[in-house]
């Protein structure tokens, strides 16, 4: 780390031993010795710490790009099959009535459309029911009394 050979460690040694005396070196050196731990203990600490953040970066960038790419997958998906309903909407009427396919493929772009809204309404049920506050109980209360409702067995029976 810095260079030092056994040479300049001696030096420093003798040095210290004339200045300090016999009394106090072993407690200096004790003291240099707390304060070079501790020095590499932070410097260990920081260098993990950063060495951590790089990795949670590079995965929070390896995840971005990951749905980026599904998403442009997903619309390129819809973008065929929008392609194909209108390539076979501009067929002639006398064949396409007699086409099978047509009504096929109107079905699966429609249902992807659905797909894709009932995905969006998901998510923004679960945000709401995160933000929204739990309730006292799942058992349905009689209006007047405020007492539980007779469970009858039959959701569908109409109630006296």
Do not use: C
Request: a negative charge; aromatic letters at 6%.
């Amino acid at each position: 780390m810095f260079d030092i050979g056994f040479s300049e460690i001696f030096v420093i040694a003798v040095v210290a031993l004339l200045v300090l005396g016999p009394e106090r070196l072993p407690r200096a050196a004790r003291f240099a010795g707390l304060w070079v731990r501790r020095a590499r203990a932070q410097w260990y600490s920081v260098r993990s710490e950063f060495e951590r953040e790089l990795a949670d970066e590079e995965l929070r960038r390896s995840l971005l790009d990951a749905r980026d790419d599904l998403r442009e997958a997903g619309q390129r998906l819809h973008d065929s099959g929008a392609s194909l309903k209108r390539d076979f909407e501009s067929m002639d009427p006398d064949r396409r009535a007699a086409d099978p396919v047509d009504s096929h493929a109107d079905n699966l772009v429609d249902a992807s459309d659905r797909r894709r809204r009932d995905d969006a309404a998901v998510e923004d049920a679960a945000v709401e029911d995160a933000a929204a506050p739990a309730s006292d109980s799942g058992r349905e209360e009689d209006g007047e009394t405020g007492a539980a409702a007779p469970d009858t067995g039959d959701e569908h029976a109409p109630r006296a």
